[in-house]
């Protein structure tokens, strides 16, 4: 005789076997490789297109060390120290929740080992215990992107302020998985401070001077690796009406940023780099280390300059750049010199003739 359990029995285990099978269809779309990608790299002041994907992907970055001479003022030369061969280094975007395969190569014309220390990474050293290089060669580690933010990173080989100095710094950000708001110019600008053996504007191959670095006397203070760097033809472009956002950093290795843009309130500021934001801001304290995303829409045409507001850095030892925005002149939002009449002397405030 057949119980009458039977058929509830066989409902029972017709669904254990689909919630079965189920569970391994989502163990292996979970289980699915991640797309594997490329990173575009830029130099500064250029950034990397927004990230447009709605899912974490396998990123592999390829960035080289090379140590050259380059142009720090007119008619000044330096030892630099760099990531991708520019000052500061390559600008590396990815997502949050991406797997990074980093590849990280020392050229074979470097004098020095180095390494790389990211301060996007959850694990020792921030990858710079995986990526002591000798020069001729490349290593490699893998991390995942927990954090979104605007991170620093820099070299982390003993003497690592003597590295940074030289520098060996640079910018990565961690895209949040929802992306960040549309806009229409991105600019990547980083300051730095550093140390020659010379005075300011001494001619010539100027060394390093570690005796001026541990007094943190700096004999320059730039914007994106050497005076004039975002002034005349390397000016930032952008038109009236545009939104703008710029990721500022500070290398250090000692002075920390007042950054400020003359004419402009920024809208959003981005403190320190992180989620949160502060709006209606003048100036804004960029640690060493450190960094800031600042967003303001261009309103009307002129020359902007971006400078340090500890302001003899800016005019007096380098740190100044230039915004130019181009486009058609809005009155009812600035005039321009609307006269100059001299002021007669003697007469009260107030008192001359109408």
Not at 125 to 142: K, M, R
Request: aromatic share 8%; glycine share 12%; charged share 20%.
């Amino acid at each position: 005789m057949k119980s009458r359990n039977a058929p509830l029995l066989a409902c029972a285990l017709a669904g254990a076997i689909a919630a079965a099978f189920a569970g391994q269809a989502i163990a292996a779309r979970s289980a699915a490789p991640l797309e594997k990608i490329q990173a575009v790299l830029t130099s500064p002041p250029e950034v990397p297109a927004p990230i447009t994907r709605k899912t974490p992907a396998h990123v592999v970055v390829d960035l080289e060390m090379v140590e050259k001479e380059m142009r720090l003022d007119d008619g000044v030369t330096y030892n630099f120290w760099t990531f991708g061969g520019t000052v500061p280094g390559s600008f590396i975007r990815v997502r949050e929740g991406d797997t990074v395969e980093f590849k990280l190569k020392n050229h074979h014309s470097s004098h020095m080992p180095h390494n790389i220390d990211l301060h996007a990474v959850t694990g020792q050293g921030g990858g710079a215990e995986a990526t002591f290089t000798l020069p001729g060669h490349e290593t490699q580690f893998t991390f995942k992107t927990l954090n979104p933010g605007l991170y620093v990173y820099h070299c982390a080989m003993a003497p690592v302020a003597m590295h940074v100095a030289n520098g060996m710094y640079g910018l990565i950000l961690v895209e949040p998985k929802e992306g960040l708001e549309p806009v229409d110019k991105e600019f990547y600008v980083m300051q730095g401070d550093f140390y020659t053996e010379g005075a300011h504007g001494e001619p010539g191959l100027q060394p390093f001077s570690l005796e001026k670095g541990i007094d943190e006397k700096p004999t320059y203070v730039v914007f994106n690796g050497s005076v004039g760097a975002l002034t005349g033809d390397n000016a930032l472009q952008a038109k009236a009406g545009e939104k703008i956002r710029m990721y500022v950093g500070n290398g250090g290795p000692n002075l920390v940023s007042s950054f400020h843009v003359i004419g402009e309130i920024f809208d959003k500021v981005y403190i320190e780099g992180g989620s949160k934001y502060q709006e209606n801001v003048q100036t804004t304290l960029v640690p060493a280390g450190g960094s800031a995303v600042v967003e303001f829409k261009a309103d009307v045409p002129g020359n902007f300059v971006l400078v340090d507001h500890s302001i003899f850095r800016a005019f007096h030892k380098g740190a100044l750049g230039i915004l130019n925005v181009s486009g058609e002149e809005n009155h009812d939002i600035y005039t321009g010199q609307q006269h100059d009449i001299e002021y007669p002397e003697g007469v009260p405030q107030g008192s001359q003739a109408r």
